[in-house]
């Protein structure tokens, strides 16, 4: 391995020490030689850094950073930007692993396709049985064809991201020179910042790939922050829908995008995480206090400058989202919350899907709009 290796794999670490191990050894067995690993461990009461230590013993090919607690993967993530000197980066969570030829496998495609700047990849869901062992829980690839996309845009779009898209940053390959240059980097201390984070950089990217394989195994499990419900969760969402107005607000992406990027915000930001009260993990049943959701609502749209902002991604958005604004509005209140929150259940869980199943055979005719 030189001094600039052909990949850096960032691994990020925070109370993983029942995990680290397998994490490491599966980046330690890569079949392909030419990277660096830089683990980045936040402080922790479960022994993580000793464990960290005891499986990277004198193994040359890591570099081992211990930083303060810090809320979130971010820092660790855009500490990775910043000080890795591989050509491509990418991230492996210290709870879970990547299969042993999956360096090898991605060298492969940078070979052919030296102009790249992303490759989108799928992952494996495992979770665990009481005896502790794991069983296979689905998999995950972006509902899009392999093959080349001129753009991070052209990806976005064919993918109808504003649909289903998983923002995970584990589920892609990246230019390291990408993030870097255009100082992409994720949101401190936020939980769930993958959301605000991954539309951002395909937009800002060229050439990107999507291909027919699963590289990275998921864990799910009840210790993990993804998994964990809290207050913290709704109070970041409230920074997220900050950042995602301005964003929109200063028209830094293809106006084509514009219809399907609302649409995208108003479904994973504005409205089913205040109104609904769930924004946690896979494995969270559990809804968020209501009086926590409201207050973070208040937080991000409870002036009439934020409230305009607000309105102005949802008019550009899909019409059948232009109901939540008077919601929104009155669900400030507590007195009008439960009456807002029961109406925003009652779209969700029972007249959307007749919504669309209408709109499909044509009772509203057709429509310009991004659909």
Same mark, same amino acid.
Request: glycine share 6%.
């Given at each position: 391995?030189?001094?600039?290796?052909?990949?850096?794999?960032?691994?990020?670490?925070?109370?993983?020490?029942?995990?680290?191990?397998?994490?490491?050894?599966?980046?330690?067995?890569?079949?392909?030689?030419?990277?660096?690993?830089?683990?980045?461990?936040?402080?922790?009461?479960?022994?993580?850094?000793?464990?960290?230590?005891?499986?990277?013993?004198?193994?040359?090919?890591?570099?081992?950073?211990?930083?303060?607690?810090?809320?979130?993967?971010?820092?660790?993530?855009?500490? &990775?930007?910043?000080? @890795?000197?591989?050509?491509? #980066?990418?991230?492996?969570?210290? +709870?879970?692993?990547?299969? /042993?030829? *999956?360096?090898?496998?991605?060298?492969?495609?940078?070979?052919?396709?030296?102009?790249?700047?992303?490759?989108?990849?799928?992952?494996?869901?495992?979770?665990?049985?009481?005896?502790?062992?794991?069983?296979?829980?689905?998999?995950?690839?972006?509902?899009?064809?392999? &093959?080349?996309?001129? @753009?991070?845009?052209?990806? #976005?779009?064919?993918?109808?991201? +504003?649909?289903?898209?998983? /923002?995970? *940053?584990?589920?892609?390959?990246?230019?390291?020179?990408?993030?870097?240059?255009?100082?992409?980097?994720?949101?401190?201390?936020?939980?769930?910042?993958?959301?605000?984070?991954?539309?951002?950089?395909?937009?800002?990217?060229?050439?990107?790939?999507?291909?027919?394989?699963?590289?990275?195994?998921?864990?799910?499990?009840?210790?993990?922050?993804?998994?964990?419900?809290?207050?913290?969760?709704?109070?970041?969402?409230?920074?997220?829908?900050?950042?995602?107005?301005?964003?929109?607000?200063?028209?830094?992406?293809?106006?084509?995008?514009?219809?399907?990027?609302?649409?995208?915000?108003?479904?994973?930001?504005?409205?089913?995480?205040?109104?609904?009260?769930?924004?946690?993990?896979?494995?969270?049943?559990?809804?968020?206090?209501?009086?926590?959701?409201?207050?973070?609502?208040?937080?991000?749209?409870?002036?009439?400058?934020?409230?305009?902002?607000?309105?102005?991604?949802?008019?550009?958005?899909?019409?059948?989202?232009?109901?939540?604004?008077?919601?929104?509005?009155?669900?400030?209140?507590?007195?009008?919350?439960?009456?807002?929150?029961?109406?925003?259940?009652?779209?969700?869980?029972?007249?959307?899907?007749?919504?669309?199943?209408?709109?499909?055979?044509?009772?509203?005719?057709?429509?310009?709009?991004?659909?």
């Amino acid at each position: 391995m030189g001094d600039s290796p052909l990949f850096s794999v960032v691994v990020v670490c925070c109370n993983v020490a029942s995990y680290v191990g397998e994490a490491l050894s599966s980046i330690a067995g890569q079949t392909f030689a030419d990277f660096e690993c830089l683990v980045v461990t936040e402080t922790s009461t479960d022994g993580t850094e000793q464990a960290v230590a005891e499986r990277i013993g004198k193994d040359p090919r890591f570099r081992v950073v211990n930083l303060p607690r810090s809320g979130s993967a971010s820092v660790p993530r855009n500490y &990775g930007i910043q000080h @890795s000197r591989g050509t491509y #980066l990418l991230y492996v969570d210290g +709870d879970d692993w990547i299969d /042993p030829d *999956s360096l090898e496998r991605f060298a492969a495609v940078f070979k052919e396709h030296p102009e790249l700047d992303i490759v989108v990849s799928g992952s494996r869901n495992y979770r665990p049985r009481p005896d502790g062992s794991l069983e296979l829980n689905g998999a995950y690839r972006q509902e899009v064809k392999p &093959g080349a996309f001129e @753009s991070g845009a052209a990806l #976005l779009e064919a993918a109808r991201f +504003d649909r289903k898209w998983n /923002p995970a *940053s584990y589920l892609n390959v990246y230019r390291r020179a990408l993030l870097a240059d255009n100082r992409l980097f994720q949101p401190i201390g936020r939980l769930h910042q993958d959301s605000e984070w991954s539309y951002r950089v395909f937009l800002k990217a060229g050439p990107v790939m999507v291909v027919p394989f699963d590289f990275y195994n998921y864990r799910l499990h009840l210790s993990s922050v993804t998994h964990m419900s809290g207050s913290k969760t709704i109070y970041d969402q409230a920074e997220n829908v900050k950042s995602v107005c301005a964003f929109f607000a200063a028209g830094d992406y293809p106006e084509r995008i514009r219809p399907m990027l609302a649409n995208y915000f108003c479904h994973d930001f504005f409205h089913a995480p205040f109104l609904l009260r769930k924004y946690s993990g896979k494995l969270t049943t559990e809804r968020l206090p209501r009086e926590d959701c409201r207050l973070a609502l208040v937080e991000c749209i409870g002036t009439r400058e934020q409230f305009r902002a607000y309105c102005r991604v949802v008019l550009a958005g899909r019409k059948s989202q232009w109901l939540f604004i008077p919601l929104m509005y009155l669900a400030r209140w507590r007195l009008f919350y439960p009456l807002c929150e029961w109406i925003c259940r009652l779209w969700f869980e029972h007249l959307h899907s007749i919504y669309y199943a209408m709109k499909r055979k044509g009772f509203f005719g057709k429509s310009g709009r991004t659909a």
